[in-house]
């Protein structure tokens, strides 16, 4: 073979070798829009935890919907929920936009995205891979994939330690006044 063949095909061998590689952060979904959107705070590890407290309830973001031709029916009170799955994070592709609640997206606050709690609500959201914990404020809906259960602001995946791997496995608990536990499995 000839230097320049040569050297095309070792060119196209590297660039099919490397073309799976990314220095952006995984995630499920396009990561050209995602990921921090500029500097992070000066210090991501002092975000602080959403602190529960009592909210009236936001009657327009608790109605019944339909999303990707699935119909949900949100809880209309801070009922006790305790689900394992899927969670994801989300950021500067929606930060600043608005939510379900009216409010504007913040990819560093602690907030999540659920199809049911209630809005506005709180959740602790716990990683089953490193057993590292969070409290997040729901004020907004979401995920609408069927294999997630929660869409987490990027400062949440960030502490629970995903940000990297863009999904991961979680135990989400409503946060109820007076009481942590929640043991009601949602509908199917």
Same mark, same amino acid.
């Given at each position: ?46 975000? &602080? ?96 994939? &069927? ?42």
């Amino acid at each position: 073979m000839k230097w320049p063949v040569l050297a095309f095909l070792l060119v196209a061998w590297v660039g099919t070798a490397l073309g799976g590689c990314t220095l952006e952060p995984k995630h499920i979904g396009d990561t050209r829009d995602d990921g921090p959107g500029g500097a992070l705070p000066s210090n991501p590890d002092r975000i &602080a935890e959403a602190r529960p407290r009592s909210e009236p309830l936001n009657p327009g973001a608790n109605s019944p919907y339909t999303a990707l031709g699935r119909k949900y029916v949100p809880f209309q009170s801070l009922t006790p929920y305790r689900q394992r799955g899927l969670a994801s994070w989300y950021g500067r592709k929606f930060h600043g936009k608005p939510t379900s609640s009216g409010e504007r997206y913040d990819m560093y606050a602690m907030t999540a995205a659920h199809t049911l709690l209630p809005i506005p609500s709180y959740a602790r959201v716990t990683n089953l891979s490193n057993g590292r914990s969070v409290v997040v404020r729901v004020n907004d809906r979401g995920p609408f994939h &069927a294999e997630r259960i929660i869409d987490l602001s990027y400062a949440a995946a960030y502490k629970l330690g995903f940000v990297d791997a863009g999904s991961v496995q979680v135990e989400v608990e409503a946060i109820l006044p007076r009481s942590s536990a929640a043991t009601r499995d949602p509908p199917v």
